[in-house]
Nanobody
Framework: QVQLVESGGGLVQAGGSLRLSCAAS????????MGWFRQAPGKEREFVAA????????YYADSVKGRFTISRDNARNTVNLQMNSLKPEDTAVYYC???????????????WGQGTQVTVSS
């Protein structure tokens, strides 16, 4: 069983940056692919980014490509999401998740954090 706890959310102006972190415990972190998803009010949860267990492969949603960077530190059991050039449409609750295989679909992920709110003001 893997427990995930996100941190780093907050309020930022458009064009600003935030760095989200997700701390994992209770499992073999380095054996899991990790993903970030987000959900805005009234919308479905959507894929943001994913990284393989080794960190060698990454995937991004088109909407964040070039602005967001996912990374992981297997020694510290953490995965991060660096978000630059933020836009009001990035406003959502951001979740980290763990999967046995790197995927884009939220239904393929086995473990989820509680989420952290990101609000981007215009």
């Amino acid at each position: 069983q893997v427990q995930l706890v996100e941190s780093g959310g907050g309020l930022v102006q458009a064009g600003g940056s935030l760095r989200l972190s997700c701390a994992a415990s209770g499992g073999t972190f380095s054996s899991y692919a990790m993903g970030w998803f987000r959900q805005a009010p009234g919308k479905e949860r959507e894929f943001v980014a994913a990284i393989s267990w080794s960190g060698h492969s990454t995937y991004y949603a088109d909407s964040v490509k070039g602005r967001f960077t996912i990374s992981r530190d297997n020694a510290r059991n953490t995965v991060n999401l660096q978000m630059n050039s933020l836009k009001p449409e990035d406003t959502a609750v951001y979740y980290c998740a763990a999967s046995s295989v790197i995927r884009r679909k939220f239904s393929d992920y086995d473990y989820w954090g509680q989420g952290t709110q990101v609000t981007v003001s215009s």
